[in-house]
């Protein structure tokens, strides 16, 4: 059951180390990203559909904001009852 088509050893070590499924790897950096408001991030500002995930860092980065905006966003889209938070 565990092996299905599309299970990933990425996603086993994940699950190993975490418990959670649900982690991420940063495309640019490759820092984990357990946070589920930094992947909710990704999803609201990249697409529902996002392959490449970015952490808080390269995020602020590719965004050209720094980190405590980007926070600041994730605080706003909660306040708007964005599901993806
Ligand atoms: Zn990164």
């Known amino acids: ?12 070590k994940n699950i190993h180390l975490r418990g959670n499924v649900d982690t991420k790897n940063c495309s640019v950096c490759g820092a984990v990203i357990a946070n589920k408001n930094h992947i909710g ?3 609201k500002l990249l697409g529902r559909k996002v392959e490449r995930f970015y952490c808080i860092d390269c995020m602020a980065e590719y965004f050209e904001i720094t980190t405590e905006e ?16």
């Not at 059951?1 to 086993?12: A, N, R």
């Open 41 to 43: 991030l990704n999803k």
């Open 1 to 12: 059951m565990l092996f299905c088509v599309g299970f990933s050893m990425d996603m086993l």
């Open 70 to 85: 980007l926070l600041d966003k994730i605080e706003d889209f909660k306040a708007q009852g964005c599901g993806l938070f």
